[in-house]
C-alpha cells in the first residue's frame, strides 16, 4: 500500500515519498536489530523525509539537518508532542512524567520546574564534592582490578560509576538496600525492547510477548520502592529541616512550598520524575563515555593528543578536577566526534503531531509518529563530506559547532522544546569521567588484539551500547598514589 491519511479531504494531499509495505505491518518487517541503519539505507532511496507506516501508525524519518530544521525548529510546535506507549502507561502514575507527557500546560510546567530545579548550573555544582568522591573510588577499583596485568571490564565498571553517580544524586544513597537496582535495570530493557503492542495495539489484549505482564509486575515492585525511600525522605527531612540534600528532598520541599495554581505536586509526580531521571540520565551519559573510550583505544593516535594535552593542563602529579574541563579543547573535540559517529539515542525519543501541517510541499497529518534519525544525519555527505565514517575529532577545528542543539548537522540530544533538559550534566559527567580514566591509565586492548580489530558491534534499545563489553589492560600512570 500507500499512506494514506484520514480524512477525505486529505486524498488529494500529497504524503513524503514511501516503499511499498505490507498490509498491517506496513513496513516492520524492514526494520531489523540495528533500525537507525535499517531507516538510513531506506532514506537514501526515499529522501530525507519519508512515510512509512509501522504497523498501524503513520511514521515519518527525518534523516537530514534541513529536513530536521523542518520538524525541530520551524513546526516544532506542532511535533512536540509524544506518542502514547505501553511502557509510559505503565511507569508513568498516569502520565505525569516529563520524558512522555503529551505536549501541553502540564509538560510545560513540568519541564520548567525540572530545569530550574533540578537541572539548573547551580544544582550541578551542588553536586560536584559527591563527584569527586565516586571519580576517587572509581580510579582506585579500576586500579585494583589491574594490578596484575589482568584484562578489566571497562564498560561494567563505566556502568557502575554513572549508577553510583547518579543514585546519590537522586536518592541520596547508593547502596542497595532498597533491592531497587535490578528493577530499575529491568525497567530499561523494557523500554528499549521492541513492543508490537505500540504499532498494532488490539494486540496489547493478547499480550504476546508477555511485556505487558513484565511492565506490570516492575511498575508495583518500583512503586513499593519509590514509598519506602520517600517516606524515609520525609522522616529525615524533619530532623535535618531545610537542608535539601538530592532530587527526592528538592522535590519533597517543592509540594510543601510551591504547590502553586500552575501546579499541584503530588507523591505520584515526584515518583514519576524519579523515574525519568533514572531512566533517562543514567546509561545515556554510561553509553556516551562508553564509545568516547572505545574509539580512543582503537584510535592510539587521538589517544596520546588528549592524554598529551591532559599532561599540560593537568600533570602527573594530581587528578583531573571539574575546573579543569573547560581547558580541555581537544578533548571535547573527541567527544563531539564519539556523539557524532555513536549517538547515544540514534533516533531520539518519537515525536507526535498535534495537527495537520504542511512540511516543504508535503501534507502531515495529526498524530503522525516523527522519527529523526540523528544517527542518519550525523552521516550527511553534504555536512561531514566523504569522511563521514571515518573518526577524526580534527574535523571540529576552527568550527563553532555545538552538541546542543543550535546547530541541526550535530543534535546528539535533540533539538526544539522536546531537546534533553538534563545536557549540561550529561555532558559534565561524560567529560570528566573519560578525562579521569586516561588520565589515570594507559588503555590497551587486551589478548594482543590490534586496536584496529577491536569490536565495534552495537546494541539497539533505549540507548544504543556497545554490544559486548569493553575489555582493556589498563596501566597507572599518575606519579602519585589517590
Ligand atoms: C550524554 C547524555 C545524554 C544524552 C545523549 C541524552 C539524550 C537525550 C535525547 C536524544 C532526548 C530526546 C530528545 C527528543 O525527544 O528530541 C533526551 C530527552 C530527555 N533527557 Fe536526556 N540525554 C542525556 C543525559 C540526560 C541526563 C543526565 C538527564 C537527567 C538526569 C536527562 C533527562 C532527559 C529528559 C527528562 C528528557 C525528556 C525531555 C522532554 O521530553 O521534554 N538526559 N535526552
Redesign the pocket.
Known sequence: FKPKSGGNDHHHKKLPPSPWGLPLLGHLHMLGDLPHRDLHRLAKNYGPIMSIRLGLVPTIVVSSPKAAELFLKTHDAVFAS?PKLQIAECVSYGQKN??Y?PYGPY?RNI?KL?TLEL?SNSKIEMFRPMRREELVLFVETVKNASVDGSKVNISAMIESVFEDMTYRMVFGFKDDTFNIKSTIKELMELAGTFNMADYIPWLGAFDIQGLGRRMKSVATLLDGFLEKIIDEHVVNAKEHKGQHKDFIDVMLSLMESNNTRELHLDRDHIKAILV??LA??MN??ST?TEWVITELVKNPRVMKLVQAELVNTVGLERMVEETDLIKLDYLNMVIKET?RVHS??PL??P?ESTEDVMVDGYFIPKKTRVI?N?WAIGRDPEVWSDNAEEFYPERFIGSNMDVLGNDLQLI?????R??????Q???T??HLVVAQLVHCFNLKPPDGISPDNLDMTEKFGLTMPRANSLLANPSYRLRIEV
Not at 546528539?412 to 526544539?416: K, L, M, T, Y
Open positions: 509524544r516529563l520524558v507527557a509538560w519541564r525540572c537541572f525519568d531521571m533517562a540520565g545515556t551519559s556516551a556523539l547515544v539515542a531520539l525519543a515525536h529523526v540523528a546528539p540530544f535533540g533539538s526544539g522536546r531537546k534533553c533538559p538534563g545536557m550534566l550529561g555532558l559527567v561524560v
